[in-house]
């Protein structure tokens, strides 16, 4: 994956019947800080119905825009609720439990009167305090020693928004990922000795490289279909204690 810009990206959620002036402002605070703020956008609310407040900018039914929103919350570095008198609706813990499910960090501006929210949420109303945590935590490396599955898609989400890939579709990432299963039959074909110039044996990547290269993008396109490689694999591990193998090779000793 080739490198690209490096920015800490955020979303921000609460009540807009109730605080929506200071969601503005909140906005504002993280856009000076060099955040960029991937939803909402600043607008203004044109309509209210059932309780949902429409702005200028939303495009859809209420169910797309939320949906809008998940996807946003996906690709940002951390979710933050304006809550100053510690209200937490409905659709903002919705918001609250989809970011804890994909870990990433929450924080709010006041403690949530919900007790259980409190489990999941660091109250931090300093925007500076917040950039100095999320970049600590956003860095680049995998985990020291080995690591796990989760630990991995964590790494792979991080570095795609640290690298500037965040716009990748499902689509983008499988042709990606492709392109590298090619890299590394090449690889292959050099260390097997399958014919090849050898300008081309001399400058192949090491066979590693492109099995790392292969991973990566796989664990990409998980994160972007929202699998858990966790789950999926015992799933399927599960799947696969009730079947039966046979192999479609021929013994030529039994065929005589």
Request: hydrophobic content about 35%.
């Amino acid at each position: 994956m080739n490198e690209g810009k490096t920015e800490i990206c955020v979303v921000i959620v609460g009540s807009f019947n109730r605080h929506l002036e200071q969601i503005r402002q909140t906005i504002s605070k993280f856009e000076l800080e060099g955040i960029r703020v991937l939803s909402p956008k600043p607008s203004k609310p044109i309509s209210r119905k059932d309780g949902f407040v429409m702005l200028e900018c939303n495009k859809g039914t209420p169910g797309e825009i939320e949906s809008d929103v998940l996807k946003a919350i996906s690709q940002s570095d951390l979710l933050y609720v304006v809550n100053p008198d510690g209200y937490i609706g409905r659709s903002t813990s919705f918001e609250i439990g989809y970011a804890f499910s994909r870990n990433i960090p929450i924080y709010s501006w006041e403690k949530p009167k919900d007790p259980m929210l409190c489990f999941l949420i660091t109250r931090e109303k300093s925007i500076q305090a917040i950039k100095q945590s999320i970049g600590r935590r956003g860095s680049c490396d995998l985990p020291p020693g080995a690591f796990t599955l989760s630990e991995l898609q964590d790494y792979v989400h991080r570095m795609v928004l640290k690298r500037g890939f965040a716009e990748e579709t499902i689509r983008d990432v499988l042709l990606l990922f492709v392109e590298e299963i090619g890299e590394l039959a090449r690889a292959i074909r050099g260390l097997t000795g399958l014919k090849m110039s050898r300008e081309r044996v001399d400058s192949n990547k090491e066979l590693r490289t492109e099995v790392a290269d292969c991973l990566m993008y796989l664990v990409d396109l998980a994160n972007l279909a929202g699998i858990g490689l966790e789950d999926a694999l015992r799933e399927k591990q599960r799947m696969d204690a009730n079947r039966r193998w046979r192999s479609q090779k021929v013994d030529p000793v039994a065929q005589d």
